[in-house]
């Protein structure tokens, strides 16, 4: 588990861009709906957003799709739905969203707030698009983690998950940053998920969001003995820093 936000330290990196387009309201004949999107909540690793669809297809990897709002932007509940809140272009660098479906002008993505599994949808016109080809796998069964690039695995590695009482959390995911924290040793690079602990609100002055990190002891992996953070060796974190951001994160018991 991670606390506070630290320096932003890694950047985008790997992806195949697809193209972008200016925020509009392209492809309908209706007037545009005004929206004060500075009033709606902020969909961030410390935000709860009400309303939000649960993702539907928890299990099901994507195809790779990844947006990045170049301002701030409206989350609907539907296509052409009630705004429930605000993605903004930065959160620990640069932020993805995996998309998870996709209608007419519009993109499901996954939210990195409360509850987890929140998603919501965006117009298509106001995000940028991208792909990457790579997936990470978590299998809490068998403590391991494996690295997938366009479906081959390319790493895989004895893993530390959350104790029975912090659990690492089941579900699809994201790498939603990376940052470095001067105030402890255990991992030169901490990468957080868009998953939240089941059991702990807040961790160490944050809002108990889950992340990927390593552990200076060998007794940290084959265990289930963390705060619901995934700990990784040091081999597997310098893989999964070049992964780019927004990479989906899939959780599963096996």
Partial sequence: MIGGIALVLVVILGFTFLGSGPASTAGSDQPATVVDVSSLPLADTYGVVQG????PAAGVPTD?????PE???????????TPIARVEPTQFGDVWFPVIAEQGGWVQILLPSKPFGSTGWVRSADMERA??????EVHLGSLTMQLLREERVV???????GAPDTPTPV???????????????????????????PTLDTFGGGPGTVAIHTWPTADGFGTAASNGCIRVPQDALDELVEVPLGTLVMIDQN
């Fill in 52 to 55: 939000a669809p649960v993702d």
């Fill in 71 to 81: 301002r701030q932007t409206p989350v609907h509940d539907a296509p052409e739905g």
């Fill in 171 to 197: 579900g699809r995911t994201f790498v939603l940053g990376a940052f470095t924290d001067p105030a402890q040793d255990f991992s030169p690079v901490i990468l957080p998920l868009g998953a939240h602990s």
């Fill in 155 to 161: 790493g895989e590695w004895e893993i530390g998950i």
């Fill in 131 to 136: 792909t990457t080809p790579f997936r990470v």
């Fill in 64 to 68: 790779g799709i990844v947006v990045h």
